[in-house]
């Protein structure tokens, strides 16, 4: 019991990178209408910035807000500078965002090189609760985890920006009409969940080494959670990357572990099969009407 | 809720980007009505047509001729079996508008079920070449069985899933499919005397299979068939209205496509002749997505010149492969954005303007 305890706790820690990439993932599909395949690649981006900077010496907490900052202003510029462009036609800017990835991916590789980066644990504490060994890194990750989804949620559903984000999904023209700048709540948008992407970059490599190949992985796992979920469903994100984040944690300890990375691209398949509009519901993604 | 797998078709965005749409040539009126008026029959290549037909088949058999060494000659039999499995894509996105990101995965199950049946049954590349395009063809029907439901990214996804899921299994199967160091595939054996150990009949053979490619992708654009693919891309619900089994033509695209894929992969394990997963991964299939965006899906050249620009532009700038990568993803950023129809279409518009400025 105290194993699967033990494991649910390691797993809780593994789905809180996944939920921040969900939302992310969820936030630019469903909201902003742009399937930004290169979205693990802003994670990986920042993972290794903050590699960078850490080693550089720089306090890690300091390095996470210079991950974020800089993977924000990445999200800027790639939205700005294509994604714009292919708000009508978003099967373009999906292949477009592939190219993205692919360039994202070999620059890390030119600057720094292929090796897989790790950082000391910024913490290196471990609280013993009821005979369940914590790392320090792993609650915090969660707890930050939990203020980032608490935001975000009742940002969209409680706050007039919020409110008009929605209103704007929902009828583009009215809402423009409404005096709701549209365009600038979808670059808004972009450029937040590129900052979720550099939060969770960060915390990915406080708890595990990353490559520049760590992106082509999260981005499915990302993809999964926000599809499980439902498209812009805050909540959906959550539930979704609990599930993963579960399903893998207890499957590495007890199934196959070989196996680990199937199970959420079947889970992914089957829903998108039979529920399209994601377990909690949400929006069916870009004009997919 | 998801009757159309992509988007309308807006009106004309402001600036100068245009729509993919206007890609193929707009056809006189006199040959439309010809076409109309045989319906199930071939459009007959124009004059232009036959004249590109021409320069093309002589470049690709006059290729070894020109002393191209034995660098260049292999680099150009990878490029003829990827652009067979690009006219694959290109057929079932250029034409019936269902794009994938996991392409490369039919290539693996083309590969595979020769490498396995070379392996376990002792048969040969000609067993295996109708065989793993028919098993290819099948699995890609079934695959695209979620296309009649999702549509549009959706679907990419799903294609994007299986192609990963194809790679782990793959690495998890054990001796069956030789895990992650892959499987040993023996050489072709000769036929009419022939030996393909040499580079150069190798060639000749891909080159074959790629004028086959060819020809049976110019049949099927320019045949009715093609007209009701490309009526199931441009609106799905209309086409449904007017009585097209879309879900019957959809499948049968993508088990076309399937099949394509499945030959290339065969040519590919026996020109290799050592197979592994990692080749089939979900990065492979992105650089397919990618050559094919680049060359551009609905013009007949354009996945073979995407192929030949991706294999050999590096070559010839003598670019490393990190460096040529990211030239890659800048020159199909550039393509979406400056080029939507893809370097050939870009080619055609430059053709006709320069014969409007002749005519006049």
């Known amino acids: 019991m105290e194993i699967f305890i033990q494991q649910l706790v390691n797993s809780l820690s593994v789905a809180s990178v996944t939920i921040l990439i969900g939302i992310g993932i969820t936030l630019i599909f469903g909201l902003a209408g742009i399937v930004n395949f290169a979205h693990g690649e802003f994670l990986m981006v920042g993972g290794m910035i903050t590699w960078f900077l850490v080693t550089s010496g720089l306090n890690f907490f300091l390095a996470l807000v210079g991950a974020m900052i800089f993977v924000g202003v990445l999200g800027f510029i790639a939205e700005r500078g294509l994604f714009r462009f292919t708000l009508e036609q978003p099967m373009n800017g999906f292949i477009m965002s592939i190219g993205v990835s692919v360039i994202l991916q070999h620059v890390v590789i030119r600057v720094f090189n292929e090796v897989q980066k790790t950082i000391p644990d910024p913490i290196g504490k471990v609280w013993v609760v009821g005979g369940i060994d914590i790392i320090a890194m792993r609650a915090i990750v969660v707890l930050l985890t939990a203020v980032v989804v608490a935001t975000t949620y009742f940002g969209i559903s409680r706050s007039r920006y919020g409110i008009a984000l929605r209103a704007s999904i929902a009828d583009q023209d009215t809402a423009a009409l409404m005096g709701i700048p549209v365009r600038r709540y979808v670059t808004g948008v972009f450029v937040y969940g590129s900052v979720l992407a550099g939060l969770g970059g960060a915390l990915m490599i406080a708890l595990f080494p990353i490559t520049p190949f760590t992106g082509s992985v999260v981005i499915i796992r990302g993809f999964a959670v926000s599809l499980i979920g439902g498209l812009g469903n805050v909540g959906g994100a959550v539930a979704g990357g609990l599930i993963l984040g579960l399903v893998d944690g207890l499957s590495a300890g007890y199934g196959s572990p070989e196996w680990t990375d199937a199970y959420s691209l079947v889970v992914m398949i089957v829903i998108l099969i039979v529920r399209p509009q994601g377990l909690l519901g949400g929006t069916l993604g870009p004009r997919a009407t | ?360």
């Open chain 2, 1 to 360: 809720m998801n009757e159309t797998p992509h988007f309308p078709e807006p009106a004309p965005p402001v600036g100068r980007r245009r729509d993919i749409a206007s890609e193929r040539p707009v056809t006189p009126p006199a040959v439309q009505s010809e076409a109309k008026g045989r319906s199930g029959w071939v459009k007959l290549p124009s004059r232009e047509e036959t004249v590109v037909a021409i320069v093309a088949v002589v470049f690709l058999v006059g290729f070894p001729w020109c002393n191209p060494g034995y660098r260049f000659l292999s680099l150009a039999i990878t490029t003829g079996f990827t652009s067979i499995a690009l006219y694959g894509l290109g057929l079932q996105f250029g034409q019936a508008g269902i794009m994938s990101v996991g392409h490369a995965a039919f290539l693996g199950i083309g590969a595979y079920t020769a490498a396995i049946m070379a392996g376990r049954f002792g048969l040969g590349f000609w067993v295996a070449l109708p065989f793993s395009a028919l098993f290819s063809a099948v699995i890609a029907g079934l695959i695209g069985l979620p296309s009649l439901r999702v549509g549009g990214q959706h679907y990419i996804i799903i294609t994007f899933c299986f192609c990963a899921l194809l790679n782990i299994a793959l690495t998890n199967g054990g001796s069956f499919t030789g895990a992650a160091t892959g499987l040993d595939v023996g050489s072709i054996d000769p036929i009419f005397g022939i030996n393909f150990d040499q580079l150069r009949n190798a060639y000749y053979l891909v080159v074959a299979v790629l004028l086959i490619s060819l020809l049976v992708t110019y049949l099927i654009t320019n045949s009715s068939y093609g007209r009701t693919l490309r009526a199931i891309r441009e609106n799905e619900a209309l086409a449904r209205a007017v009585g097209i089994n879309t879900g019957l033509h959809k499948i049968g695209a993508l088990m076309v496509s399937g099949a394509f894929a499945g030959v290339a992969g065969v040519l590919q394990a026996y020109y290799l002749r050592h197979i592994s997963p990692a080749l089939y991964g979900p990065f492979p299939s992105l650089y397919l997505a990618l050559m094919v965006m680049l060359g551009g899906a609905r013009l007949l050249y354009g996945p073979l010149a995407g192929a030949i620009i991706v294999s050999f532009l590096p070559e010839i700038l003598k670019l490393d492969p990190i460096d040529s990568r990211i030239a890659y993803g800048v020159g199909l950023l550039v393509v979406i954005l400056l080029l939507p129809g893809g370097v050939s279409a870009g080619l055609l518009d430059i053709y006709r303007w320069l014969l409007s400025k002749r005519r006049r």
